[in-house]
């Protein structure tokens, strides 16, 4: 098992954590909030605690969550689902990868978008798989767009088991349309694959745009395997709770391989999510209102540094800062001077593309920088860009 750049040992977000510390610079790196759950979903997992939740959960989670999902992607997305259609996993991370263990032959292929989050190629070669993947590159305008060139010919070529799709999209903040979606729908239909999704920051769409679910795009809804967590949505990173939604049998056979994966996990957490999912989602808005106002402190600062070509996040928690006109320091290079001379510490964005990719190359010197953290750190962030301009 390796990270996306073929290098082995701790991931990027660990490595750029303890670098950031050990420098005192302001950590803008991994995606982890500085800012807190509500107090009344701290209240409800507290009182399911109290209530004795605090054993081993039912296999496939507790009816609770299972039925708050059903009803928060009816609600939220129109997404129709029934509770034997969902599954509690140990973050999106687990149901991405009990869902490949599941679904991909020994030898098969996985096409996903590239910059990739990287638990993705660990999973796939745990399963004994391969993974081919399609830039999403920067459109020129300040967005992204996937390279629909090469998305056909590959599907065509490799034949693959699962095509994986994360929208909205890290670290571009890509969010894939109905059309593009339906447009993935019709290829994995063309090999029957499946399709396979990762929805982390489903409630994190920054602009008037929409997040729209593969699984309602997708004409063959029974080949979408829909995999999320409340963790972006909720500011519980740390709480390891998502789901992933297939059809029952589907659904079985990745809860056969998560079972010996974690078995169950977060039994008191499933209850307290449980209430906030069914609840009303005043708590996502403001979140997300808070999102856009940091980003609003953060991207123009980096606009201020003449020659860097900075995105305008369409959703997510991310920037992603060019600096190749600058410089030809690579993004690691440059992400190490600056923490060093300038006390700041993003992701180089290379660090979710494989060598010699055409992203990796795209992305040789762009750093992502997360707008998730606290006000202040956000604000330290934006200083040390406008000092910089
Ligand atoms: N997918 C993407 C695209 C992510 O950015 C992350 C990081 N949180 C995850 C999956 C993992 O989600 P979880 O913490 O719920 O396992
Ligand atoms: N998803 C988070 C990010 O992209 C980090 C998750 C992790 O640290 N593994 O920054």
Redesign the pocket.
């Known amino acids: 098992l390796t990270n996306a750049d073929g290098s082995i040992g701790e991931t990027i ?1 660990g490595q750029m954590t303890k670098r950031a510390a050990e420098l005192g610079a302001v950590n803008l790196g991994q ?2 909030p500085g800012t807190e759950p509500p107090e009344e979903l701290i209240a409800a997992t507290a009182a399911a605690m109290r209530a004795g939740f605090n054993q081993y959960a039912p296999g496939q989670g507790f009816p609770q969550l299972l039925e708050a999902v059903a009803q928060q992607r009816q609600r939220d997305f129109g997404q129709q689902v029934d509770p034997a259609e969902v599954l509690y ?8 990868t009990a869902a490949t263990l599941a679904l991909l032959p020994r030898g098969g292929t996985v096409v996903a978008f590239e910059p ?2 990287d ?1 993705y190629p660990a999973a796939i070669t745990a399963a004994g798989g391969s993974l081919h993947t399609v830039a999403i590159l920067p459109d020129g305008r300040g967005g992204f767009a996937p390279d629909w060139a090469e998305f056909d010919p590959l599907v065509a070529e490799v034949r693959p088991a699962i095509i994986l799709i ?1 929208t909205p ?3 571009t903040g890509h969010i894939f349309s109905t059309e593009e979606l339906a447009h993935i729908g019709r290829a994995a239909e063309s090999v029957d694959a499946w399709v396979l999704t ?1 929805e ?2 489903e409630q994190l769409v920054l602009t008037e745009s929409a997040h729209v679910p593969p699984a309602v795009a997708i004409d063959d809804a029974e080949r979408v395997v829909t ?6 949505s909720w500011n519980t ?1 740390g709480w ?3 789901w992933v939604i297939a059809s029952p049998t589907v659904r079985q056979a990745i809860q056969t391989v998560k079972q010996f994966l974690t078995f169950t996990a977060s039994g008191p957490m499933q209850i307290g999510m449980a209430e906030m999912l069914s609840g009303d989602s005043r708590f996502v808005a403001e979140n997300r209102a808070s999102l856009r106002d940091r980003a609003e402190v953060l991207v123009p600062a980096c606009r201020s540094v003449p020659g860097a070509v900075v995105s305008t996040p369409q959703a ?2 991310f920037t992603v800062m060019d600096f190749a006109e600058l410089t030809d320091l690579d993004a690691f290079e440059l992400n190490d001077l600056l923490g060093r001379e300038f006390g700041l510490i993003g992701i180089p964005v290379p660090a979710l593309c494989r060598p010699g990719s055409p992203a990796y190359d795209a992305y040789r010197s762009s750093i992502r920088y997360s707008f998730c953290k606290s006000a202040s750190d956000v604000s330290k962030g934006a200083e040390l860009f406008t000092a910089l301009g």
């Open positions: 977000y995606g982890a996993t140990a973050g999106a991370t687990e149901g991405l990739f989050y638990s994360n999209h890290n670290p990762d982390v920051y995999v999320s967590s409340a963790g972006k990173t390891k709770v998502g997510g928690y």
